[in-house]
């Protein structure tokens, strides 16, 4: 109990005098004496000016130094902004160093800390004056230089923890956009100027939004800054990284890649001798990088996704260059082995040399497919491919190599296998030349018409094989370059199978069937996206079928041509819509207002026939055929409305045709020209001939939102008899008509455009004859009298609406009488037609008298003739 007492009352004094120091030392640091103190020791630990909030200090359980708020100033040197800023630090005191009547910093932890790591001109960071050095060494045979003298109390200090922090960059003046975010991890030193590093951090980039940029881990150990690292080694792993946020770090836009990367890597310097052609200052590296399952964003992952590992040794001169001694690209079945060169000071650039090139074309088949949708699963190409290269720079300069292929397959679905010529090709001056490629496609075999005389089985004769020759040429010092293909098809539809089969159809809404042959170049220059197509292809004895028509084209003879850039057609002949068509088809070098190139055609046809069009087009001109039958000719398949895909149509020339049927109408030598854009179609300067005269005149055409047409018209000494009337009813006229004509419809078919009819206009007749009738004579008589009636002139104006014609103040004139026409005739040639005929006074005087008219009703094929009384009316020669 003795003891108790004894030693309780001294634990008792103890925890007092604890007690009463720690609200002394309290008390203390809100001094500003002791303030100014703290600060300065750590302006001292630091090396920097410190600028400090609230200071707080506690003895137990280990004598700790809090403070709120810390700012670490940065250098003059670096620039005026902070290097190091925390909301909270804790500072342990060494518990030797306080016996000895000194603060001496041990451990300090830092809460949210942001470090902004700044790279001169001169390729010095600002982080190299910091943290102390280690004593002056000879390590390895690599001199350390002595570091300037520092405090003693500096050399003390343990370990730096970080908890939360961020890492931003500055070149200069310039902030970049990259930093590191969530860094944790500590900077111990084990010994004297050696401190160990073991950080976690996230990469980040301003302005983009990221979501799986994995974490990238630094352990190893380096030596004081001021001796700029040196001796060091350090281990880098970075894993489960998305391809995509990969680009968006890098460059800063998402690039449309899909995978998963990982890179690990270690680093040295200072610890090994100094090799040739390396300073002291160059770092040992060794890295390989991995990306698995590449894809475009928008495609399915596959079991085939390509995978490649990029391994790379070499030396990294900071600030001036990195240079690989081997570069080990490997992929599932092929490999690059090589060296490359990169400069890092001033303008950057870089060199690659691989010496051993081993490429299977499965490989790149697997690379294709992964960014290339609509492949089919049943194409395969064996092919070996090797050789060596040396390129740099970018755009990509060639310098020296050559490549080889031996002999390959490729396989199509639903065709035999097609054979790979091998082929050559040299890198030389800066070109990249490859010569030799040719591709055998095989046609497809046919029934002989006769039969062998054994057996009389039919005999199978081989079909003439498809061939694709194709040529490449980059010279990169002049940055142009070319592709050439040359094409021996006997079908060309092997070609579009072909096509098909690696995901780009050609015959979109249409198909071919036929021969062609030519020859096809790309140019470009300066980029890839400059090119323009030049040759011509020549298409005989061939089938197009398009969507939207009921019966082929017959391509008999066609050339089409492409000469800078610019297409075009030159029909020889080529049979459709029942007619026989030659001319030119050529686009105008441009592009309109609406985005869409403009064409020119100057076309012939030597029959177009209304009924003809209908039965190719539709029965009834049924109003979905434009829809379906634009996406074919416009190289889209999509199913857009047929106003918004005719919209796209720009195009002008001229059309002739030898005969125009439309209906009863026959024309003949007509000529018109044509211009549609933005869903206008102007018809003008249009001319034929027509029984026996001519018309001409122009039309508009609007084809939305509901299609609408105007049509001015003037005619010329056209024969009365070829009129549109019935067969019966024509032949009772003869005589020549002139005048003008103004008609206006809507609507999509012949039904609404007969409905929505309507117009009028005005005649004048001559030599007037009227056969089966003669109207004088069966007025006179009170009725019906057989005969003619003729007159020497006439005019009037004529209606038309509610699908009907109608005649009103129509006047015919005799030397002795004038007749006056009325009535109505319906598009069905059904109606009244009223002929009255009133007499001219021998003097001129006004003659009073009561006349008839003769009247036809009902159908004008057999009418209902009549004779009946007019009303009286005074008439004036």
């Known amino acids: 109990m003795s003891r108790l ?40 630990a630091f090396g920097r000016p410190v600028q400090a909030g609230r200071f707080s200090v506690q003895i137990l359980p ?47 932890s830092f809460t949210r800390p942001s470090l902004i790591l700044v790279h001169d001109a001169s390729g010095r960071w600002n982080l190299e004056g910091w943290l102390p050095p280690a004593r002056p060494a000879i390590t390895l045979g690599a001199a350390v230089a002595p570091a300037p003298p520092r405090a003693e109390t500096t050399y003390r200090l343990q370990k730096i923890d970080f908890d939360e922090g961020r890492i931003n960059f500055k070149e200069g003046e310039e902030k970049r956009p990259f930093a590191f975010t969530s860094v944790s991890g500590s900077v111990e030193q084990v010994s004297p100027g050696r401190w160990q590093v073991q950080l976690e951090a996230q990469p980040w980039r301003s302005g983009v939004t990221l979501q799986s940029t994995g974490t990238v881990q630094v352990t190893g150990y380096v030596a004081g800054t001021t001796a700029r690292l040196q001796p060091a080694q350090l281990r880098l792993h970075w894993g489960k990284v998305s391809l995509a946020d990969l680009f968006r770090l890098i460059t800063g836009n998402d690039s449309g890649v899909r995978g998963e990367f990982a890179l690990d890597g270690n680093a040295s310097v200072g610890t090994e001798p100094t090799e040739q052609n390396a300073t002291a200052n160059s770092w040992r590296f060794a890295m390989q990088a991995r990306a698995t399952n590449i894809h475009r964003w928008d495609l399915t992952e596959r079991e085939d996704n390509p995978r490649v590992n990029v391994n790379v040794k070499g030396l990294c001169e900071l600030g001036a260059q990195v240079c690989s001694e081997e570069v080990h690209v490997e992929l599932p079945q092929s490999s ?70 031996t002999a390959g397959t490729l396989r199509l679905p639903g065709m035999a296998v097609s054979r790979l010529e091998p082929f050559h090709g040299t890198v030389r001056n800066g070109k990249f030349d490859i010569e030799g490629f ?51 098809l ?16 050609l015959n979109k809404g249409w198909e071919y069937k036929g021969a062609a042959s030519g020859a096809v170049a790309w140019n470009w220059a300066n980029s890839a996206g400059e090119v323009r197509r030049s040759g011509s292809l020549e298409l005989t004895k061939a089938r197009l079928q398009v969507a939207g028509l009921n019966e082929p084209l017959k391509v008999e003879d066609t050339r089409l041509e492409w000469k800078d850039g610019v297409r075009g057609a030159a029909i020889t002949r080529l049979d459709a819509f029942g007619a026989t068509w030659s001319g030119t088809l050529s686009e105008v070098p441009g592009i309109n207002t609406s985005g869409e190139p403009s064409w020119h055609f100057q076309l012939h046809a030597d029959h177009l026939d209304a009924a003809e069009l209908d039965r190719w087009i539709g029965p009834r001109s049924r109003p979905n055929w434009l829809q379906r039958l634009l996406p074919s000719l416009l190289g889209d398949a999509d199913t857009a409305h047929a106003s918004e895909l005719l919209r796209r149509v720009s195009a002008e020339g001229e059309l002739t045709t030898d005969t125009l049927t439309i209906e009863r109408l026959k024309l003949a030598k007509a000529h018109a020209r044509l211009a549609i854009h933005d869903l206008h179609l102007d018809v003008r300067d249009a001319e034929a001939q027509w029984a026996g005269g001519t018309v001409r ?76 009738w003669d109207v004088e004579r069966s007025a006179e008589t009170g009725g019906p009298s057989t005969g003619s009636s003729r007159w020497t002139s006439g005019q009037g104006e004529f209606q038309l609406g509610e699908q009907k014609l109608t005649l009103d103040g129509f006047r015919l004139d005799a030397p002795h009488q004038r007749t006056e026409l009325s009535g109505t005739i319906s598009f069905g040639m059904d109606g009244t037609l009223t002929f009255t005929p009133r007499p001219r006074g021998a003097t001129g005087t006004q003659v009073v008298t009561q006349v008839r008219e003769l009247r036809f009703s009902g159908q004008l094929e057999n009418p209902t003739v009549a004779v009946v009384p007019a009303k009286t009316q005074e008439t004036r020669q």
């Open 438 to 488: 040719r591709l055998r496609l095989p046609g497809e075999p046919s029934p002989s018409a006769s039969n062998e005389k054994a057996g009389g089985k039919p005999r199978t004769i081989a079909a003439q094989e498809d061939i694709v020759e194709a040529a490449l040429a980059q010279d990169s010092a002049a940055g142009v370059g070319a592709l050439r293909l040359n094409l021996h």
């Open 5 to 44: 007492r004894k030693y309780g009352g001294l634990v008792m004094v103890l925890l007092a005098t604890l007690l009463a120091l720690q609200a002394g030392v309290s008390l203390m640091v809100r001094t500003n004496r002791m303030r100014g103190y703290l600060i300065a020791h750590l302006d001292s």
């Open 490 to 505: 006997a079908d060309a539809a092997s070609v579009f199978r072909l096509t098909a089969a690696f995901g780009y159809p």
């Open 697 to 772: 005149g122009g039309m508009q055409a609007m084809f939305s939102p509901l299609p609408n047409y105007e049509v001015n018209a003037e005619i010329a000494n056209v024969n009365l008899a070829q009129f549109p009337w019935s067969p019966r009813w024509a032949e009772r006229w003869t005589g020549v008509a002139s005048g003008t004509i103004h008609l206006t419809t809507a609507g999509v078919g012949k039904v609404d455009l007969l409905k929505q009819l309507a117009g009028g206009g005005q005649l004048s007749l001559n030599k007037i004859e009227f056969r089966g």
């Open 336 to 405: 690059l082995q090589g060296s490359a060169i990169l400069q890092t000071s001033s303008r950057a650039d870089w060199q690659v040399h691989f010496k051993s090139i081993t490429v299977q074309c499965a490989d790149l088949l697997a690379w294709y497919r992964a960014f290339q949708p609509n492949v089919a699963d049943e194409v395969g190409v064996n092919d070996l491919i090797t050789g060596s290269v040396t390129a740099s720079g970018w755009p990509l300069h060639w310098q020296d190599g050559a490549i080889e292929s």
């Open 62 to 108: 280990l004598p700790e130094l809090d403070v709120d708020a810390v700012t670490i100033g940065e250098d003059p040197a670096f620039g005026n902004e902070y290097f190091l800023r925390a909301e909270h630090m804790a500072a342990r005191f060494r518990w030797l160093g306080l016996l000895r009547g000194h603060f001496e910093f041990g451990t300090m």
